[in-house]
């Protein structure tokens, strides 16, 4: 969403953007509120206890089908992997810009400048991996 913002060339495009972003994301909201409130009414009708967080696990491995619950469990892993990868994007770019100051440096090419980032994305990837 910011890339998009900062992308366009008038003010008046990235306001457009904004508020077509915020009704999108309004809609989505609503829809997986949506859904959430089926979740709980499927888990009333069949008389699950399970609530909170440990819901829609419950629901998924123990009152699907196997192949049905598979598939529920590897879309809810590859759904981790976008918000990871731009979480690893975005402090990699932070550190190596605001930081360690490789855009302002004129003693190296971008060749070295792309080289020197690699270990903060190691870096990063290690400390995701140590939380999960």
Excluded at 77 to 95: E, K, N, R, V
Excluded at 99 to 126: E, V
């Amino acid at each position: 969403m910011m890339q998009k913002s900062i992308s366009v060339n008038k003010l008046k495009d990235s306001q457009k953007n904004m508020v077509s972003l915020a009704f999108i994301m309004v809609v989505v909201i609503g829809l997986f509120l949506y859904l959430g409130g089926l979740l709980h009414l499927f888990a009333a009708q069949e008389n699950i206890t399970a609530s909170g967080d440990a819901l829609f696990p419950t629901v998924a491995v123990q009152h699907m089908p196997p192949a049905i619950s598979v598939i529920f469990i590897v879309a809810l892993i590859s759904a981790l992997f976008p918000s990871a990868d731009g979480a690893m994007t975005a402090l990699t770019s932070s550190f190596c810009i605001d930081i360690a100051g490789l855009n302002r440096r004129t003693d190296m090419d971008d060749k070295a400048k792309n080289a020197s980032g690699k270990p903060f994305t190691l870096l990063w990837l290690r400390r995701f991996c140590c939380w999960c």
